[in-house]
């Protein structure tokens, strides 16, 4: 329990004489994404980070303590809602059917091997996180604005689109780490080599484009255009490291918004534009998708270390072995400063990579992580709560706490 | 162009440059083949006539086109890769050979397709429609929402040439030297196309209309599938092409070199508010003169005056495809059996076969075809110093003498 609080009660003692938003902190960030901080300004951004949230929801720190003693539980939203919930994957999925055919017919190209390429992710297979998120959004906020039973046409566009910009990009990461295995079969790359893969992944990335140019909406291809800007600049930002043990908190934070957050974050607002002329509910759908986004990915480096490779359908330890140092990692680092070098040298030297490893295990890094996904869930849960309730609206609520207790 | 601009800091690193780029320049030296050599040196006087068609036409479009977006420039993810290039000297990774000839001798090859964006747009004017545009503000002719879509163009060009030259890390041999450089290039080329593509579809978005978006984003398709076409054709060790008949050849080629070029020139119309008869116009302008400039640089190796031997050629270009109809396929086959040697292809000795039959003349009448299609699409435009330039470009590819 003490250990479980550390990080609350440090931030106490190093609070800062004036407390600056930290761009990245939940609730607190422009609609326009982030841009990183200087240094000089923030001050260990990340207990900074703590300390506004918990001075500005102490309600939300109280509920995630309680979550974080029993975090197979979840119990918080049971005390919003009366109602007793579906699987949200199952009520998304009601307007999903058909989605991986629908994007394929979005592929329409004429070379056999390039389409069999494009479509090899579109096989049912995925989790169809992004969709479903989407769909879910665009209900709640079309009943939230004119109690409206349905789901736009151009609303479930932009589901197929998110899976769309996910995959291209999902195909180039693959190239770029060199990824051999993901969703438990062989990488674009590893069968038909680098240099299709590439091709295939651009061709995907125009598919969506085109798609999203014919929903005609200018807005929405400007929400959605900050994505891919976002995704090139998560991937450039992942390339460098910071000396700085401070500065690098925030840079995996802006890292991490941008390669994963942003996507959910903008299409979420971009169903919510579709749905709703209210500019407060948009911001409502862009901070839910933002806060339920780096929750997810703040998880995903989680079962990088605790997750064995079968459940997960790609290798563990595929950070550490890439060079890059997550959260887990850098709360580690709090309490072993040897990992500083390792971090530093990106776990190049042999036998760092089991060595960070075993430091990280040792530590609290992955509860301390873990907790951190509660803070951006609970917040996720704040903002979806301002919309008027509908069983989309608390499927969105359940949908947040699946990201914390996932295993895969 | 923002890559090269960022290339132009490292000179040093990168090979020393020349003052005299533009002499460098020539139509043939259009594609960035990492298997095929290009065609340099024209002859001079051909060379020093397409320099001045061009030039002129620059003058024309008001400033000289350097499409530089110095929102791209001064970004950091600029000097991320200019920085991460430098390391990748010494290695053999293809990016840097694109690199250095994006810098070395086709500054203003790149810039065609943005310039003949610039010069149609001229030629069409504004239209009769009082259109409220947003970006009304023109300069020299030119509405400036017209302008970002030349750079556009310019961008997704730049981003697939570097996109193609993208190494399979399961193919290296010992001579491409250690396997974790090629796999760095690899990267940096990924992320330095995609970096490309990103600012081009921000630059889209900002144009706020969602025709030309669609557009260039089907152009950006048909780019892909063009370039992909081309990657697997190159990739045959035996030497023998695919049986491919002039008219698969000439959709492949509008694919991988027309598309972008018409559906930009049709996207400038739609910027104008043209109807649809203009923007077709447009679109057949951009489409013939890129496949008969493509057939133009495809034709350098048959018809130049000095050329080294030994020089290989495109087996995919439209004078062999031509020359392979003519021939029918088993004789075709038969003749690259003979000019095999020791496992090698004998260039000199296929480029004299070729020369022999009827491939070559019938790639130039293909080329003047496709020019004089691009002159009558020109002609529903009104008269005027640009449309001039737009035909004299033309000219200079269609002239073999």
């Known amino acids: 329990m003490a250990s479980c609080l550390w990080p609350w009660r440090r931030c106490c003692s190093w609070r800062p004489a004036a407390r600056s938003p930290e761009p990245t902190a939940p609730g607190r960030a422009g609609s326009s994404g982030t841009r990183s901080s200087s240094g000089a300004r923030t001050k260990m951004p990340y207990f900074n980070l703590m300390e506004s949230l918990t001075s500005s929801f102490p309600n939300v720190c109280r509920i995630s303590w309680f979550h974080h003693t029993a975090p197979a539980v979840c119990c918080c939203s049971k005390t919003r809602s009366g109602e007793k919930y579906t699987d949200p994957f199952k009520l998304g999925w009601r307007d999903l059917k058909g989605l991986y055919e629908d994007i394929r017919k979005e592929l329409l190209i004429s070379t056999t091997e390039l389409k069999e390429m494009s479509e090899y992710y579109f096989d049912g297979k995925g989790k169809a996180f992004r969709p479903i998120i989407v769909v879910l959004m665009a209900r709640a906020c079309n009943i939230h604005h004119n109690n409206s039973r349905d789901v736009q046409a151009s609303q479930r566009s932009i589901a197929l689109i998110a899976e769309m910009i996910h ?213 996720a849960i704040r903002e979806i709560s301002k919309l008027r309730p509908s069983p989309e609206r608390d499927a969105l609520i359940q949908l947040s706490e699946i990201v914390l207790t996932r295993d895969k | 162009m923002s890559l090269q601009q960022l290339l132009l800091r490292f000179p040093r690193s990168l090979g020393a440059l020349s003052s005299h780029r533009r002499l460098w320049w020539s139509p043939s030296l259009d594609t960035i083949s990492t298997t095929v050599g290009s065609w340099r040196g024209q002859s001079s006087r051909s060379r020093a006539h397409w320099n001045q068609v061009v030039s002129e036409a620059e003058k024309i479009v008001g400033y000289p086109t350097s499409f530089m977006s110095l929102r791209c420039l001064l970004s950091d993810e600029l000097s991320n890769i200019a920085m991460q290039v430098r390391k990748l000297v010494g290695t053999q990774h293809p990016l840097l050979t694109t690199a250095r000839r994006l810098v070395h001798d086709s500054r203003n090859n790149l810039q065609l397709r943005g310039l003949v964006v610039l010069l149609i747009s001229k030629a069409a004017g504004p239209s009769n429609v009082d259109a409220s545009c947003q970006n009304c503000d023109m300069v020299s002719g030119i509405y400036s929402c017209q302008r970002s879509l030349a750079e556009i163009t310019e961008l997704i060009h730049t981003a697939l040439l570097v996109h193609r030259g993208i190494v399979n890390l399961n193919e290296l041999q010992s001579s491409d030297g250690p396997r974790k450089d090629m796999q760095f290039g690899n990267k940096i080329a990924i992320l330095s196309g995609d970096f490309l593509l990103a600012n081009a579809c921000n630059g889209l978005a900002l144009l706020q209309n969602t025709k030309v978006v669609e557009l260039l984003a089907s152009a950006l398709m048909d780019l892909v599938q063009g370039v992909y076409h081309e990657n697997s054709i190159s990739a045959k060790e035996n030497h023998i092409t695919d049986d491919i008949g002039i008219s698969i050849w000439k959709e492949q080629t509008f694919l991988s070199h027309g598309a972008l070029l018409a559906k930009s020139c049709q996207a400038a119309m739609e910027l104008a508010k043209h109807n649809a008869e203009v923007q077709d116009m447009a679109f057949q302008y951009g489409k013939h003169m890129a496949m008969s400039h493509k057939i133009n640089s495809d034709l350098q190796p048959f018809i130049k005056e000095k050329i080294s031997d030994s020089m290989a050629f495109n087996l995919n270009s439209a004078p062999v495809v031509l020359h392979q109809e003519f021939l029918g396929r088993d004789l075709w086959i038969k003749q690259i059996g003979e000019a095999q040697e020791k496992g090698r292809l004998d260039y000199a000795k296929l480029r004299e076969t070729i020369k022999a039959g009827k491939g070559v003349t019938s790639a130039i009448d293909l080329c003047r075809c496709h020019g004089n299609k691009a002159l009558e699409a020109l002609e529903s435009f009104p008269p005027s110093e640009a449309r001039s330039a737009l035909e004299n470009i033309v000219f200079a590819v269609t002239r073999f003498s």
Not at chain 1, 211 to 237: K, M, Y
Not at chain 1, 294 to 303: E, K, N, P, T, Y
Request: charged residues 20%; contains cysteine; hydrophobic residues 40%.
């Open chain 1, 167 to 379: 995959t291209a990009s999902l195909v180039h990461d693959d190239v770029i780490d060199d990824a051999s295995s993901r969703r438990g079969k062989r990488t674009v790359n590893k069968i038909w080599g680098e240099k299709k893969a590439v091709l295939a992944g651009d061709l995907i990335l125009s598919a969506a484009s085109i798609a999203l140019a014919r929903i005609g909406n200018t807005t929405v291809i400007s929400i959605l255009t900050q994505v891919i800007e976002d995704l090139v600049r998560g991937e450039f930002l992942q390339l460098g490291s910071k000396e700085n043990e401070n500065e690098r908190f925030a840079h995996y934070l802006e890292k991490t918004f941008k390669k994963t957050a942003s996507l959910i974050a903008n299409s979420c607002k971009a169903v919510s534009v579709l749905g709703c002329p209210d500019p407060v509910v948009h911001e409502i759908a862009y901070q839910y998708g933002k806060n339920v986004g780096i929750a997810f990915q703040l998880i995903d480096d989680v079962l990088d270390f605790t997750s064995c490779s079968q459940q997960m359908g790609k290798p563990t330890s595929a950070d550490l072995k890439l060079g890059l140092a997550t959260g887990p990692v850098l709360f580690a680092c709090q309490q072993f400063p040897e990992m500083n070098a390792m971090i530093m040298r990106r776990f190049s030297l042999p036998g760092d990579v089991d060595r960070a490893r075993q430091y990280v295990l040792q530590s609290d890094g992955v509860q301390q992580t873990t907790y951190l996904a509660q803070r951006y869930c609970h917040e």
